[in-house]
């Protein structure tokens, strides 16, 4: 018999699938989007080293609200009620309308053209669940700082989709002449004599300096797809 933590990730993932999103069931069951990929993924908690598993109480509150009978988030599904074999994390990113995207830090967004096809699990800070219609290249940025207030705080997530060409007005992450990335909103200027487009990486918070692509170097990673925050 398999271990009850994995029984519940799961009948979690049916239920991601039953509503339609990860989104769409945080907001039946009352719960963050960030709770949900914990449970999801078994994530590590940082204090005290252990994953991060559904308790009992909880089951039973999921049951509760999405009008499941008690008991049901403990029974093991039937194999062909699940979306592939097994009980790994990897069936939840198999799961219909819905992807695993690995959660990573600005040094590798900066170098994510050279390493996105090398790049494993285990170089993943954290994973979160996402839509499946974002490219495989898609990755999660956490936002630092205050260069992006008050739109994007320090904390909230941005998932980057590198397949999707930025429009003005658009959120991207960028890579601006070091090994770093920036996240900044996007705005083109003029096209140079070479055919070349010039544009700026413009902060929100106007105590921060435009970036411009005719003055220093800067290269486009991707595209905000998705901005989420987290609620305590």
Same mark, same amino acid.
């Given at each position: 018999m398999?271990p009850? =933590?994995?029984?519940?990730?799961? @009948?979690?993932?049916? +239920?991601?699938?039953?509503?339609?999103? *990860?989104a $769409?069931?945080?907001?039946?069951?009352?719960?963050?989007?960030? *709770?949900?990929?914990?449970?999801l993924? !078994?994530?590590?908690?940082?204090?005290?080293?252990?994953?991060?598993?559904?308790?009992n109480?909880?089951?039973?509150e999921?049951e509760?609200?999405?009008?499941?009978?008690?008991?049901?988030?403990?029974?093991?599904?039937?194999? =062909?009620?699940?979306?592939?074999p097994?009980?790994?994390?990897?069936?939840?990113?198999a +799961?219909?309308?819905?992807?695993?995207?690995?959660?990573?830090?600005?040094? *590798? $967004?900066?170098?994510?053209t050279?390493? $996105?096809?090398?790049? *494993?699990?285990?170089?993943?800070? =954290?994973?979160?669940?996402?839509?499946?219609?974002?490219?495989? =290249?898609?990755?999660?940025?956490?936002?630092?700082?205050?260069?992006?207030?008050?739109?994007?705080?320090?904390g909230?997530?941005? %998932? %980057?989709?590198?397949?999707?060409k930025?429009?003005?007005?658009?959120?991207? !992450? !960028?890579?601006?002449?070091?090994?770093?990335?920036?996240?900044?909103?996007?705005?083109?200027?003029?096209?140079?004599? +070479?055919? @070349?487009?010039?544009?700026? +990486?413009?902060?929100?918070?106007?105590?921060?300096?435009?970036?411009?692509?005719?003055?220093q170097?800067?290269e486009?990673?991707?595209?905000?797809?998705?901005?989420?925050r987290?609620?305590?």
């Amino acid at each position: 018999m398999q271990p009850i =933590d994995v029984t519940r990730r799961e @009948n979690l993932g049916r +239920l991601i699938k039953e509503a339609g999103s *990860q989104a $769409a069931l945080s907001e039946v069951i009352g719960k963050a989007p960030a *709770q949900i990929s914990q449970w999801l993924n !078994a994530s590590t908690n940082s204090k005290t080293g252990k994953p991060r598993v559904m308790s009992n109480a909880i089951a039973r509150e999921i049951e509760i609200k999405t009008d499941k009978p008690e008991g049901w988030m403990d029974q093991p599904a039937s194999r =062909d009620e699940l979306s592939t074999p097994g009980g790994s994390n990897a069936e939840f990113a198999a +799961l219909a309308g819905v992807r695993r995207v690995p959660v990573i830090s600005y040094i *590798q $967004a900066g170098l994510w053209t050279e390493i $996105a096809g090398d790049f *494993q699990p285990s170089d993943a800070h =954290d994973w979160l669940i996402t839509s499946d219609k974002h490219s495989k =290249d898609t990755f999660v940025l956490t936002i630092r700082g205050n260069s992006m207030e008050p739109d994007f705080k320090e904390g909230d997530v941005v %998932i %980057i989709d590198p397949s999707v060409k930025p429009r003005p007005g658009s959120f991207v !992450a !960028a890579k601006n002449g070091r090994e770093e990335a920036t996240f900044k909103k996007y705005r083109p200027r003029s096209i140079d004599v +070479l055919g @070349n487009e010039v544009f700026e +990486l413009v902060p929100l918070n106007e105590d921060y300096p435009t970036m411009r692509s005719d003055e220093q170097p800067i290269e486009i990673i991707g595209t905000m797809v998705e901005h989420r925050r987290f609620f305590k």
